[in-house]
């Protein structure tokens, strides 16, 4: 910089103060973005960043628990919110502008200010703060894998690009697209694998593998299917897009994934996986729609048949032996995969010529595996060296007409090889079986019987109760060394007849029967409708804010007919209008129909080139199979399966090239310096959101290690210690209620100790504190109530206890509190003499026992609470009524002994 002399001979720069800084600050912007080295390293170890970020984000997060539970999922914000930071930088650095362009962009962000305002209304401040960062976290996850599909080929990834990248001619295709679906595939397969490996034994992974189902590492079977049925696709999906020496290979962890599907034993994933699979058939790309249904096929054939023959494996002694069924299955699908890329090389004449071939052998399996079962006697066979272990075969019939008299007819030959023992006075045995409410079967018929002299004929008559829904026909046989056939069953009723078959219980295997007919499927879909009738109703009371985050666990307990626990709605396009209000609502909805919208244009209408039709079918078809089976479920509580889909969204997101809210303009100079000022706009403000939402999650982490480590404090009965911790935990973390409740525990403690007034006030003022933040909690509801009834006001405190009981009124222990509450108050004023302020009281606890018996059925906790008021007030004969039902194995048994001994002594007195 030239100087020059003052007049006093002082020298100063040629330029002023701000002209100075100026040409500092344009040195400094043209050192870092005109240096192509410096820029171009820095650009590539920050997408390296980010691309890390997603892949440990999609390999590692459903192995701890689906980022379930809090402290997991605190782990994985913390992560995304720094990934945050670096995806500004590299906005920065690469000058790109581009956020939020289409329908699906604007519907996430309307979703998150949607949980954004539900915030001031929410039922759970603590609960809503967490949903709104989830919702957050989702965008980032969402903003970062589109930039990795734009712009793997743009950075230098040496011996990366050249192996992994073979669309990098194209144009239309994003660079990175192939990338991104290959590590969804991969993270998938992964979980698969594990998912497999836990029953066999080589793992264990907390609630992998439960009652008999495959849940994965994620512990939840159901979200499992839809993870894993959504893979399957994907898989299916991509493997077209492979070069033909590869492609077969993708149809081995296909299988894999097919089979651990069928073993998660999820019948919502069973009955979407048929039409999700026909879906992926029509929408594959031009060309590719045969070879997609011969993948299918060829998985399908393979992996179904392998997971009824691996199921009873897991369960045996030695269940590592099941991947002498699975690993071949897999290699099996390769090849029936090799077969159908020849069939597909064929001319049409020869294709012709096989299909109808193969149609034939597909008859003919169906006729030796469903006909001649159908048309053949049933056989059961015990070996006389085998145990005596009952083996039957069952039918459902569910058109029935209840009241009616029914008469079974069938024809039965049993050969016993040696002579009932004692013991048994039977060889085999017919039950008829019939459903009444409550998912209850009540016995109509049990006949039982020995050997028979050839073909005899049996008859049986029954009458169906006026409550039954349906019949189930069992035919048994439980003594070793005898055979059962049976032929010719038919049912009549009146004029009516049906021929009973037994076929699906012949077909499939017994567990996969019972699957699909038990009664839990009808327990299960009744449940989950009353659980969405209850959602409507808390839907009607806030349609539009809604209750914010975790707003369902926090109030249904006070909306629910029929006892049951569900912190979950199941359906989760209901969840987030109860959690995020109607326009919540709407963004979610408009999430699938943005997208899907998006890949109807760019494919159906605007002709995209087949391959890049393809990559638009591999994205799409995942994001339709978990938003289907998010109707009857709730995987995306699980933020595991939230990352894996705002992934496949992001992925899809950047295949569209549409123009959706504005015309193209006309200078590209300009808009090449518009696109590189708002890329470094974008990019301070996404690194400053990033910094500040990273520092908070950190400490809203600390707060929850806090709150625990002072539990602990607490249990142990270092109080002066988990005082400190709990006041730290409430300076990190100040909307967690528990922190507040913890510490009026405490301080109550210490007012016992000290009589001192401020320990007492700093009680109250905590456990108000805690209902204010939870004020559907009934835990802290009670906790207020007693303080204000014991310290405060009995009246003000006995009203928050019986809100209580409104909050959760199948909780019998809340009526018990509110009627022992009363009691004290009864037992004071008799021992002051003001019987009729007492009298009031009783009448209050009658009142609280009808409301339970209107409710529960019953009133049993509150027998001795009444008894002992009654003789409180002199009523010695009512009294006695109430104690002496009190049955031995109930609450208060011992006391109610004790008063009725009282009683009865008192009695003699006053005869004497």
């Known amino acids: 910089m030239s100087r020059k002399k003052t007049a006093k001979g002082k020298i100063k720069p040629t330029g002023g103060n701000t002209a100075n800084q100026g040409n500092i600050l344009k ?61 500004g930088v590299f906005r920065i650095l690469s000058r790109d502008g581009r956020l939020f362009t289409t329908p699906l962009d604007f519907c996430l962000i309307i979703m998150l200010m949607a949980y954004g305002a539900s915030f001031f209304v929410a039922a759970n401040k603590r609960e809503a703060l967490e949903e709104i ?29 050249e192996y992994f990248q073979p669309d990098s001619d194209s144009r239309a295709v994003p660079p990175g697209l192939f990338i991104v679906l290959h590590l969804l595939l991969a993270a998938a397969t992964v979980l698969t694998v594990a998912s497999l490996g836990a029953p066999a034994g ?9 009652s008999n189902r495959i849940a994965s590492p994620m512990g939840y079977a159901n979200s499992a299917a839809a993870y894993l049925m959504a893979s399957y696709l994907l898989a299916i999906g991509l493997a077209p897009l492979i070069a033909k020496r590869f492609r077969l290979f993708y149809l081995a962890p296909a299988a894999l994934m097919l089979t651990a599907l069928v073993l998660t034993f ?4 069973w009955l979407l996986l048929i039409p999700l699979a026909l879906l992926l058939v029509a929408i594959s ?106 083996i039957v075969i069952k039918q459902v019939i569910t058109d029935i007409t209840p009241g009616d008299k029914y008469e079974l007819n069938m024809e039965v030959k049993v050969a016993i090889e040696e002579t009932l023992s004692e013991e048994s006075s039977s060889g085999w045995g017919l039950r008829v079986l019939g459903g009444v409410p409550g998912y209850r ?3 109509l018929l049990n006949y039982l ?35 059962v056939t049976v032929r010719e069953v038919t049912l009549f009723s009146g004029e009516e007849q049906e021929k009973l078959r037994f076929i699906k219980n012949r077909v499939l295997p017994e567990r996969f029967y019972e699957r699909l007919y038990s009664y839990s499927l009808n327990r299960n879909m009744d449940r989950r409708f009353e659980l969405f009738r209850d959602a409507v109703k808390v839907i009607k009371d806030y349609p539009i804010l809604g209750t914010g985050g975790g707003g369902w666990k926090a109030l249904y307990h006070s909306y629910q007919e029929q006892p049951y626990s569900s912190r979950e709605i199941h359906n989760h396009f209901l969840q987030v209008w109860v959690e995020a209000g109607l326009f919540g609502f709407l963004a979610f909805i408009g999430i699938w129909i943005s997208f899907g919208a998006a890949f109807v244009k760019n494919c159906f209408i605007k002709k995209a080139p087949p391959r890049l039709w393809q990559y638009w079918t591999a994205a799409f078809i995942p994001v339709a199979a978990l938003g289907a089976h998010s109707t009857i479920d709730w995987n995306f509580s699980l933020m595991a399966v939230g990352i894996y889909l705002v992934v496949f969204l992001g992925a899809g997101r950047s295949l569209d090239q549409n123009n959706w809210f504005k015309r193209k303009e006309k200078g590209t100079n300009n808009e090449a310096h518009s696109r590189g000022r708002y890329g470094l706009i974008v990019g301070i403000i996404a690194a400053i959101i990033g910094l500040g939402l990273f520092i908070f999650t950190i400490n809203l982490h600390s707060g929850l290690i806090a709150t625990w480590h002072s539990q602990e404090l607490m249990e142990a009965g270092n109080l002066k210690k988990a005082t400190i911790e709990l006041e730290r935990a409430v300076r990190l973390d100040p909307l967690r209620a528990e922190n507040y409740h913890n510490l009026g525990v405490l301080e109550e403690e210490r007012f016992n100790r000290t009589q001192h007034p401020a320990n007492l006030e700093n009680a109250l003022y905590m456990a108000e504190k805690a209902y204010e933040l939870e004020p559907y909690n009934t835990s802290y509801v009670s906790r207020y109530g007693s303080l204000l009834f014991s310290y405060v006001d009995a009246e003000e405190g006995l009203s928050y206890l019986d809100q209580a009981v409104e909050l959760k009124p199948f909780e019998d222990s809340l009526y018990v509190q509110t009627a022992w509450t009363r009691l004290s108050l009864i037992e004071y004023l008799v021992d002051n003499h003001n019987v009729k302020e007492a009298e009031k009281y009783l009448a209050e606890i009658e009142a609280i026992a009808a409301r339970m018996e209107s409710i529960l059925g019953h009133s049993k906790p509150l027998r001795f609470l009444m008894g002992r008021a009654l003789y409180l007030l002199d009523e010695p004969a009512e009294a006695v009524e109430y104690l002496s039902e009190i049955e031995p194995d109930e609450d208060f048994y011992s006391e109610a002994q004790l008063l009725l001994k009282q009683i009865g002594e008192k009695e003699k007195l006053e005869k004497q």
């Open 441 to 443: 079967d009540v016995e």
């Open 202 to 210: 080589h793992w264990d992974f907390a609630g992998a593998y439960a």
């Open 133 to 161: 960062l989830k919702i957050g976290s989702y965008i980032v996850a969402y903003l970062v894998s589109i930039d990795i599909c734009r712009h793997w080929g743009k950075i230098k990834m040496r011996g990366i690009r």
């Open 449 to 483: 019987d020995g050997a028979t002299a050839g073909w005899e004929e049996r008859t049986f008559t029954f009458q169906i109760p006026e409550d039954t829904s349906r019949l189930e026909v069992q035919i048994f046989n439980n003594y070793p060394g005898s055979a």
């Open 266 to 269: 999820s019948r919502g994933a």
């Open 27 to 87: 040195t400094t912007g043209e050192l870092l973005f005109n240096n192509g080295k410096i820029t171009e390293l820095t650009k590539r170890v920050f997408f390296i960043i980010l691309v890390t970020t997603i892949a440990v984000l999609l390999f590692i997060g459903p192995f701890y628990r689906g980022l379930f539970f809090p402290v997991e999922r605190l782990y994985a914000m913390i992560l995304i919110f720094g990934s945050l930071i670096a995806w």
């Open 285 to 390: 790309a031009p060309g590719q729609k045969l070879r997609t249904f011969l993948y299918l096929f060829a998985t399908a054939i393979s992996a179904v048949p392998a997971a009824f023959l691996a199921d009873p494996v897991f369960r045996s002694g030695t269940p590592a032996r099941a991947w002498l069924i699975i690993i071949p299955a897999a290699v099996l699908s390769v090849m029936f995969g090799y077969l159908a890329e020849r069939y597909l090389q064929m001319k049409r004449k020869k294709k012709i010529i096989l299909a109808v071939s193969a149609a034939l052998v597909l008859v003919l399996l169906f006729f030796f595996l469903v006909g001649l079962p159908a048309l053949s006697p049933l056989h059961l066979e015990i070996g006389a060296d085998e145990q005596a272990e009952e």
